[in-house]
């Protein structure tokens, strides 16, 4: 199994920025595309902006110039820098990473969530 877990949501003015972090962890085998999802009260789950291995990125049309997705294969772990953040940007924010272990084929592995508040 692999375990995502993610850090760095909280509480922020309209405008001010904040940086998601999420580390992928567990018996990795290879890990392919890694991504955020965020859902806000009352909507579904919606893609804000996937990397591939290669870094190959990409990103919700909302959420483009305002957001940078990165990551450290190294470190198996993913990034999400957000900028001039906006009160519809509220919400939980999942990490989403697809991935092999030694012990299981490929699939899409998701964590616990983190909230971002943007406050007007």
């Known amino acids: 199994q692999v375990q995502l877990m993610e850090s760095g949501g909280g509480l922020v003015q309209a405008g001010g920025s904040l940086r998601l972090s999420c580390a992928a962890s567990?018996?990795?085998?290879?890990?392919?595309?890694m991504g955020w999802y965020r859902q806000a009260p009352g909507k579904q789950r919606e893609l804000v902006a996937t990397?591939?291995?290669?870094?190959?990125?990409n990103y919700a049309d909302s959420v483009k110039g305002r957001f940078t997705i990165s990551r450290d294969n190294a470190k198996d772990t993913v990034y999400l820098q957000m900028n001039s953040l906006k009160p519809e940007d509220t919400g939980v924010y999942f990490c989403?990473?697809?991935?092999?272990?030694?012990?299981?084929?490929?699939?899409?592995?998701w964590g616990q969530g983190t909230q971002v508040t943007v406050s007007s």
């Open positions: 990397i591939a291995s290669g870094s190959n990125t």
């Open positions: 989403n990473a697809d991935a092999s272990t030694w012990r299981t084929a490929r699939r899409n592995y």
């Open positions: 567990g018996s990795i085998l290879n890990i392919n595309a």
